[in-house]
């Protein structure tokens, strides 16, 4: 019986070609949007899969989020330990990049490899896939580390390396004693090596209560409950802390617990599941983290490309209502029954789509090369169980189902001679929802197109905004704990020799994105944690950002600019914050003894914040060139480079790039939209050509006796393409207001914003408007054209 089914299947595709190719078009392409968002998003949710075991009975501890972020006092780990609930607790943390050779090989191959610390018994809390060696004492000291499967190719040229010797920044050798398997970029966590905090600091100098350095995770307990235990570690923490440093506060820990807002405040200390920490945008200074509405977002448009292909579907049956009824009409009188019908309808819709599921996977395969620029990564299409299930079982099962429900209920329920003889066809009520589809159609390309212009739009603005710096001509370095400020001073004087070099300066992270806190004591009884920017006195100068209070940064003041919170440089915000709270304290003044303007030193989904420039003893250096001398400069300062530090990696980024990169996310999410849009469009339009199509094919006989009539050729295309461009006029107006209401809300997140112009609407209705008039105008100037007698005599 299948393959009878099958053979009429095949029958009824080979006698209407066309719409069988517009449809198996459409939903492959749909198909195709929506597998390669499925294996994104998973993805993503799998973060985690780079471990052996599951990771649900992992958490990390988090002091106060708004203002710190992710990290903790170092002691945090060993203090998890005395809690009964807890099997082991280690602090973590990815400390950038670190130069790796292999020792005694002078001239010898150099690589920069991300690196991660933690204690001892790291492995036990993040128990990383092992290709060779590992185990309890891996990490037993500071002499001893894990390499990545291609970190141990770079370096060796083979994965059997335990037990060689690797040199790490030129200063610490390290056995390695075990090899993990590569981890993926999505990961909370994407380290080349691992090492432990012993290997930079071997007596535990750093583990004290007030070194806030790294993150705490710990591994609890199966069957603990988090939430009760949440409330405890809380308390806990809070004493200990106290007992330590000396209370901050006069009452006891669930009365400061109280005044921060309670249990569930962010400002009190609290533990959060491992399994949530790479979805936790709101943290700043965490490790990889992905914002959870993104892919829900994707997976939405994904979806609706898909719709779009189903609406196709539906559309195109329909519109051959007459001879299908017909064909219904004949098999009813032949014995079928409206139940086999139905199947028949249902299913035939299930072959087209699996049969499109799998053209689809094969295109997703093909176009590899493209989502580096789409979705911002490699993709793996391993055919693991849920995407055979999921992607070629359910998948096409569901959309044939939802394709074919539809047209079968309709085009079935009518009497079998009513149908032979075309007495009804349920004409109008197809056509209502053929109608309502259409609009259904335009309104997301509409929406789809007016969004992507208005994220390119700004994105434009972004870049082009002044945000108190100048980022134009300002290159950085690679540097380290090598370079240091005696290092810089040497390095700089010999960059200057060169015109091609304004100035240099020495500045620890990105000034764009300044992630560093500290509390500032304001008066004896007054205090604020502002955020730390650590340069030099050549900082502001390189960056171009003016003093416009007190005593310029000179090298005799700036010298002064340590940890004791004396002779502090302080931003406009800070000076005004200071100024409103404690309007005795002098600015500029014995503490405060310069203001610097305003400059954006965080990402610009937030405001200008208090900042305070303080002298840093390590960094990366950052240099201004003169304009036009770009190529020159680079020359200059890779060869001072190479001569003054041999033995490291020259790498350098502009500032230009830094600043592109903060905003990755945002011009991927573009990438995607303006390609869901072409797709959306493309498919919309396969389904209007096959409508116009059948359209013209009914009314031939009509348009031939209009003709007769005296009709003009612009007359009859007038009329073919007004009823389908009046539903474009209706998508128009809904989409309008949903799409500025949807967008009002994204542009929310962003503290400078632009404005949501009328013409964006305007050019997203035009561009459809001239792209569906394209796909009308072919099919309805061919039947106006044509010779009346024709159409007569056909009939």
């Known amino acids: 019986m299948f393959k009878k089914f099958l ?16 449809n198996w078009l459409g939903l492959t392409l749909g198909f195709a949007a929506v597998i390669v968002m499925y294996i994104f998003i998973m993805a993503q949710v799998r973060h985690d899969a780079c471990f052996t075991r599951p990771m649900d009975d992992v958490a990390r501890c988090e002091i106060d989020v708004e203002q710190i972020g992710s990290i903790c006092p170092d002691p945090t780990a060993r203090f998890m330990t005395q809690l009964p609930e807890v099997v082991a607790a280690t602090r973590a943390g990815q400390r950038g990049n670190m130069t790796v050779s292999i020792p ?25 896939r092992m290709v060779s060696g590992g185990g309890a004492d891996a990490l037993a000291d500071g002499t001893k580390g894990l390499v990545s499967r291609s970190s141990a190719m770079k370096l060796f040229g083979s994965i059997d390396v335990v037990g060689k010797q690797i040199e790490v920044n030129n200063t610490y050798p390290v056995t390695i004693t075990g090899v993990f398997e590569d981890i993926p970029e ?10 432990t905090f012993k290997m930079t600091d071997p007596n535990g100098k750093a583990d004290k209560w007030y070194m806030w350095m790294s993150e ?16 405890k570690f809380q308390v806990a923490l809070i004493d200990r802390m106290w007992e330590d440093l000396g209370s901050a506060f006069a009452g006891s820990p669930e009365e400061y617990i109280e005044e921060k807002g309670g249990f569930d405040s962010p400002q009190v200390p609290h533990v959060r599941p491992f399994n949530d920490c790479y979805f936790t945008p709101e943290v700043s200074g965490a490790m990889n983290m992905y914002d959870p509405s993104s892919l829900v977002v994707l ?57 499109s599921a799998v053209t689809a996977f094969i295109l997703a395969w093909l176009l590899r090369p493209l989502y580096p620029m789409i979705v911002g990564s490699e993709l793996s299409f ?41 007495r009804s066809s349920g004409g109008r009520q197809m056509s209502v929802v053929r109608n309502a589809l259409i609009v259904f159609q335009f309104v997301i390309s509409i929406g789809l197109i007016a969004a992507t212009l208005l994220i390119n739009k700004q994105m434009r603005y972004l870049t082009t905004l002044d945000l108190g710096y100048d980022r134009e001509n300002v290159v950085t370095v690679s540097g380290g704990s090598f370079m240091n400020n005696e290092k810089f001073e040497t390095f700089r004087g010999r960059l200057l020799t060169s015109p091609s070099i304004v100035d240099a300066s020495l500045i620890q992270g990105n000034p764009m994105q300044v992630g560093q806190m500290n509390t500032v004591q304001i008066t004896n009884d007054q205090s ?25 940064i000179s090298d005799s003041n700036f010298d002064r600019l340590q940890w004791n919170q004396t002779n502090m440089v302080i931003n406009e915000a800070f000076a005004k914050y200071i100024r409103n709270i404690a309007p005795e304290v002098q600015i500029p003044g014995e503490k405060f003894i310069g203001v610097f303007k305003d400059f ?3 990402p610009v989904t937030e405001q200008v914040t208090p900042l305070v420039l303080v002298r840093t003893w390590s960094g990366n250096p950052y240099i201004r060139i003169a304009a036009g001398q770009i190529e020159q400069a680079l020359a200059h300062i890779e060869s001072t480079f190479r001569d003054m530090f041999p033995n490291e990696i020259y790498e350098y980024e502009f500032m230009d790039a830094q600043f592109d990169q903060m905003y990755k996310l945002e011009n991927l999410f573009r990438a995607r939209l303006l390609t869901f849009s072409v797709l959306a469009i493309f498919i919309g339009c396969l389904g209007l050509f096959a409508l116009v199509g059948y359209s013209v094919e009914r009314r031939r006989k009509e348009i031939a006796i209009r003709k007769v009539h005296g009709a003009m050729v612009g007359q009859v295309v007038g009329m073919l393409c007004a009823n389908f461009l009046k539903w474009l006029a209706v998508s128009f107006v809904i989409a309008v207001p949903l799409v500025w209401w949807m967008m009002d809300k994204w542009m929310s997140q962003y503290a400078y914003r632009t404005e949501m112009s009328w013409w964006i609407f305007a050019v997203a209705g035009l561009a459809t408007l001239v792209i569906a008039l394209f796909t009308v105008l072919g099919q309805s100037y061919k039947a106006a054209v044509e010779n009346p007698a024709h159409a007569v005599k056909g009939e």
């Open 7 to 22: 053979m009429e299947s095949f029958r009824a595709k080979k006698h209407r070609p066309l719409s069988f190719i517009i």
């Open 104 to 128: 005694n090989q002078p001239g010898g191959a150099r690589f920069s490899l991300k690196t991660m610390f933690g204690d001892s018994n790291l492995l036990q809390v993040f128990p990383f």
């Open 186 to 195: 999505n990961s909370l966590y994407n380290p080349d090596v691992i090492f």
């Open 216 to 231: 705490c995770y710990f591994r609890f307990h199966p069957g603990t409950d988090l939430a009760a235990f949440n409330k």
């Open 299 to 355: 997976g939405i448009i994904a979806a609706l490309v898909l719709v779009i292909a189903i609406i196709n579907y539906v559309n195109i049956y329909t519109a051959r209502s007459t001879e299908v009824i017909r064909a219904m009409g004949i098999k009813s009188i032949m014995g079928a029954s409206r139940r086999s019908l139905i199947g028949f309808i249902i299913g035939d819709s299930v072959v087209i789509t699996f049969v």
């Open 382 to 422: 391993a055919l693991s169980w849920d995407i055979l299930l999921v992607l070629f079982v359910g998948l096409p099962v569901v959309c044939g189902v939802l394709s074919g429900i539809f047209p079968a209920v309709t085009l079935t329920r009518m009497k079998p001679l009513d149908a032979i003889a075309n």
């Open 528 to 552: 604020y944690t502002p955020m730390y920017l650590y340069g030099d006195q050549h900082t502001l100068h390189v960056l171009g950002v003016p003093m416009v209070e007190g005593d310029s």
């Open 600 to 602: 954006q030193h965080q």
